[in-house]
Structure formats: structure tokens, C-alpha cells
């Protein structure tokens, strides 16, 4: 629609809402031959009368009602174009927080965090620790980076890469597995470990990081995210004792917040970046 077009047809909906020129002027701020002369104008370019002047203001004619109706239909796709336009130009500010796994919080975001910085130096992000699921929907947290099956009820999200596992330990460690136990015993790689030596391990961690420590002091062996144990020069990854494991990884948020510009907009940050990482988190073959 030609601008002209568009600018009379707000003229014509004032009038219709209004049912007086003098209250639509007031509505938009001009004078009342302006109202006058812009609606005019509209019904010339469309050969028809829109409105019935009558004692009691201007009526809209019965036969032309679909054409107001099509009227507000422009005018509601006109002011979403300058929502998204605008929401487009604003810049990204204020507090964000991640919640994800020690792993992530410890070894994988912070690197992140300069690159972050420089594309929206107005966001502040906070990274929530914790290998327990913290709850959205209390407002824990506004993002969740977690590798997991599937998303719990009440998130949206998507996979971005997937977190791969292997197994590890330092050079003659005895034959023996480190064991999992929280959170990380309830993942894919627990419950593969579990059913490799039930209670039978030389020790356990509700944690990979803990448990990397245990492995690189010569505890026993240990399964870890390749993330972790490809990047630690005291351990060598223990080939064809285990099946390739991976699991999803996911950038979520509650469904409420989904569409909030700040938190959208670091999701989909969040999206690229680990995409670009995905070999590394996968880990090597």
C-alpha cells in the first residue's frame, strides 16, 4: 500500500471509531479540516462515499462496513511490522540467567562470555550452577543449556549440538570404575556405568568434574563428557571399553518466556556459538 494510502486510511478509522471529525482530529493531533480533507481524499481514490453524515456524526454506510473491516486489518499488520522493526533496532539489555551443569558453567560458558559481551555490552548474563534441574517456572532461572533426553514439560527449545561420553583414566590405573552418583547417575552415561558395576566402584561423584579429579589421581576409570576428558592432558581416553554415548543438548526456556526479546535473543547466541562447537562437544572419534 502506498504510503498516502495508508496515511488517509488512518483518517477514515479515527472518523469510524470516533463517529465525529472533531474527536478523531483530537484523536491524531491535527485540525479538523485536516481530518476533513484526508477523508475526502481516500473516498475520491476509492469512488465511493464511506461514511453517512448525520446529525449525529458521521456513520459508516452499511454496504462499505467490510471495507473498515479490511481497513483494521491493514492497520493491525501496519503496527506489527513497526513492532518487529523496532524490536529488531533495539539493542539486547539486561539480566539473563543460564542455568546449566558444572560442566558447562565451569569449562564451556565462560570462554563464551567476552565474545557475548562485545555483541550486546548492554546484557548482563549470570550462570546458575547446578546439575539438579532448576525450575523455570518459579523464574530460577530465564535459560536452560542442559544435555538431556528430552525437554521437561513447560520448556521450548531446541538440540544444538550433541554432548558425546567416553571413558577415561591415567596411564596402568587398575581396572576398576569410578561410579556416578545425583544427578549425572540418572543420565545416559549413569545409567550405562550402573549396569556395567552396580555398587561395585572404588569411589563416586554427583559430579563430572569431581570425578575427573578422582580419574586423574589414579582412583580408577572414569566415564566423563568428552568436553572434558579430550582437553585434560593427564588422561587418555580408554578405547572400545564402552559404547559411543551421546546425548542432546539443548538451549531452553519456559514457554511463558520464550518470546521475550533479551532472552530470545540470547538463546539463539547461545544456538550459534555451541552450534560452532559441536565436533568438540561431541568429542573426537
Sequence with gaps: MHRDNWDDLRFVLAVADTGSVSAAARRLGVNHATVLRRVASFETRQGTRIFERTGQGYVVRPDRMQVIEAAREVESAVFSVERLTKGAQAPIRGDVRITSTDTFCHIVLPPLMAPFQARAPE???????????????????????????????????????????AAYAVPSVPDRWLG??????????????????????????????????????????????????????????????????????????????????????????????????????????
Aim: hydrophobic share 50%.
Design 123 to 165: 546484557l548482563c548474563l549470570s550462570l546458575l550452577c547446578s546439575n539438579d534441574h532448576l525450575d523455570l517456572s518459579r523464574l530460577h532461572a530465564d535459560i536452560a543449556l542442559r544435555p538431556s533426553e528430552r525437554l521437561p514439560d513447560g520448556l521450548v527449545g531446541s538440540v544444538v549440538a550433541q554432548l558425546g561420553f
Design 180 to 285: 556416578l552418583a545425583g544427578a549425572p547417575a540418572r543420565t545416559r552415561a549413569g545409567r550405562w556405568l550402573s549396569d556395567q558395576t552396580g555398587e561395585d566402584v572404588a569411589a563416586a561423584a554427583d559430579s563430572f568434574l569431581v570425578l575427573r579429579e578422582l580419574a586423574a589421581g589414579g582412583l580408577g576409570r572414569a566415564v566423563l563428557p568428552c568436553v572434558l576428558g579430550d582437553t585434560d592432558a593427564r588422561l587418555t581416553r580408554l578405547e572400545n571399553v564402552m559404547p559411543p554415548i551421546a546425548v542432546d543438548l539443548w538451549v531452553a526456556s519456559h514457554a511463558d518466556l520464550a518470546d521475550v526479546p533479551r532472552i530470545a535473543a540470547v538463546r539463539q547466541l547461545l544456538s550459534e556459538v555451541l552450534s560452532s562447537q559441536a565436533t568438540a562437544l561431541r568429542g573426537r572419534p
